[in-house]
């Protein structure tokens, strides 16, 4: 094998692994909400986009008003997208997806799906419309000093240069962090478990004294948020626009469906398969059909474990 | 500590409960049988306040619930052990537990009231770590039990913990009720179709028929009530 090719091999593997951790968290966000809370969400993808331009604006905000221009402020920037997209999401959960969702599915057709399906799309497309005309339909992405260097790394004597994107690995490595955050609080906290038990029997929640609505908007809040912060990553090294979203919300049912219904862990998984397909394709098929090859490996996967990786075939009784 | 008095409840258009008038005093044991359909179910959800009554009211400790949200009721000190169990399947039996603990005073008395749910349930301590789904019907029970005493609560409200189980299963459990009760002197409330062993362990009892009470008072006078032993004792 020439040093060429082990060097292309190795390229995309690690661009796959990095951009796959973000697909991962993007993919987490919308477990919380369809995978955990049993919300059929559409518009995932464009709180998504809200996000970017979020975190757009946060970090020019933080480097013209307050003259932050180091390394680090886009990630600040990114970060603070979280905890305003949860209040985006709370509130949007709180006057129009809990009349179709949590205590109240149980009344309506196919437990509030059908509901919540035309509900999201209906949202999504308010919101994509809306940031047309707010912010316009030129690309933008977001800007670091970061994005222009890479590590270098020597491997088989300097035969092969490897080359590592420094926007791209911190972009990896916050991911990372924000899911091991993500699941201490909702596997080890007070919150964290009274979510679970919300969204696992709403009734019997009550009977405990959990607020089953709050619950409810609380972690659809935090699904938002967690895909917010995917968002302002990805857009480190990808350029956006009012659209953006609808790519990413297949990719991310897939990666949820690919880790299994109800698994923070396995969505983040699935995430990353598609990321790594999607890069290690590259090697071998022509970059348009980057898509088709997740397709078919998801159908794959889900065709030999219809539960995913870490879906419980018994977690409902 | 706890009464009904008159409440007309039931769905859409469909009354469930005419006019239901109970009284559940301090530290006794009170039980509510009659056949399927009566509406024991529905009494227990105008109380925990998962249904509201047409008509009534239901007062806590002089306190009118209907001024109480439902999930604050738990931290009055309202127990739910709800029918058919009702665990939280995909969480662990000790994060149901947890659950239980949820209102203040469960969490201020967690050490205390966890030592003796495992000491009465010993099989949830084997099981801590196991998802609740996948326990049988009469270990679930015991979890729904332990969740309900691990909010400290001051009535505990059971409905049917019998159904579904093995009578020897359920036998246990019964035996279990009592001894719970003798230690920590709790007042319940307990809804049961298995009606000669609701009557045997309570102090009073309800006979429900149709949405309405039809006899109430002492377990003696009723155990030897003429309509109660041909209707449910089968004597």
């Known amino acids: ?317 | 500590m706890l009464t009904l008095e008159g409440v007309h409840a039931g769905y859409t258009a469909i009354p469930v409960l005419n006019g239901v008038s109970i009284r559940v005093d301090e530290g006794q044991f009170v039980a509510i049988v009659g056949p399927n359909g009566a509406g024991k179910t529905t009494i227990f959800r105008t109380i925990s306040g998962t249904l509201r009554p047409f008509a009534g009211r239901i007062t806590f400790d002089g306190q009118d619930l209907a001024a109480v949200r439902p999930d604050r009721r738990p931290h009055l000190g309202i127990a739910h052990v709800p029918e058919g169990r009702q665990v939280f399947a995909s969480l662990t039996v000790f994060e149901n537990l947890e659950m239980g603990a949820y209102t203040e005073a469960g969490r201020r008395a967690w050490k205390e009231n966890l030592e003796a749910i495992l000491g009465w349930f010993p099989v949830l301590a084997e099981r801590r770590n196991q998802l609740a789904g996948t326990l049988s019907g009469g270990e679930q029970q015991m979890l729904a039990i332990g969740r309900g005493l691990a909010s400290s609560p001051r009535l505990l409200m059971l409905d049917e913990p019998s159904m579904g189980l093995s009578p020897a299963i359920a036998d246990l459990i019964f035996e279990k009720l009592l001894e719970i009760r003798k230690h920590s002197r709790l007042t319940i409330l307990l809804v049961e179709q298995r009606v000669a062993e609701a009557l045997e362990s309570a102090d009073r009892g309800y006979v429900l028929e149709a949405g309405r009470v039809v006899l109430e008072g002492p377990n003696s006078a009723l155990r030897a009530d003429d309509r109660v032993r041909q209707a449910y004792l089968g004597m």
Not at chain 1, 16 to 44: D, E, H, K, S
Not at chain 1, 67 to 74: D, E, K, N, Q
Request: one cysteine or more; hydrophobic letters at 55%.
């Open chain 1, 1 to 317: 094998m020439s040093a060429q090719l082990i060097e292309n091999m190795l390229q995309a593997l690690v661009a796959g692994l990095l951009v796959g951790a973000i697909y991962g968290l993007m993919c987490v966000g919308l477990a919380l909400i369809f995978g955990i809370m049993r919300v059929i969400n559409f518009a995932q993808g464009d709180f998504m986009m809200l996000g970017m331009y979020a975190a757009f604006y946060l970090v020019l905000g933080l480097a013209t008003q307050l003259g932050l221009t180091g390394g680090i402020t886009p990630y600040i920037g990114i970060l603070l997208t979280g905890p305003f997209l949860f209040v985006v999401g709370y509130a949007i959960h709180g006057f129009l997806i809990s009349q179709v969702s949590g205590t109240r599915s149980a009344r309506l057709e196919g437990e509030g799906h059908y509901a919540q399906l035309i509900l999201t799309l209906g949202i999504a497309l308010v919101i994509q419309n809306g940031a047309l005309i707010a912010f316009g339909s030129q690309l933008i992405s977001i800007r670091t000093p970061l994005s222009a260097s890479a590590w270098t790394i020597p491997l088989l004597d300097g035969d092969v240069m490897l080359f590592v994107n420094k926007a791209r690995g911190v972009a990896a490595l916050i991911s990372v962090a924000t899911i091991v955050a993500l699941t201490v609080l909702i596997g080890r906290s007070r919150l964290g478990k009274a979510l679970r038990a919300s969204a696992d029997n709403p009734d019997a929640a009550t009977f405990m004294g959990i607020d089953v609505a709050r619950a409810h908007r609380v972690a659809f809040g935090l699904g938002v948020a967690v895909t917010a912060i995917a968002g302002g990553l990805l857009a480190t090294n990808l350029p956006f626009h009012p659209f953006v979203g609808i790519d990413y919300v297949i990719v991310m049912y897939a990666g949820v469906v690919l880790g299994g219904m109800g698994s923070i862990g396995g969505a983040f998984w699935g995430g990353m398969t598609i990321g790594l397909v999607q890069q290690l394709s590259t090697l071998i098929l022509p970059t348009q059909l980057q898509n088709t090859a997740i397709f078919v490996v998801f159908l794959l996967i889900v065709f030999f474990r219809p539960q995913g990786f870490f879906g419980r075939v018994a977690e409902r009784t």
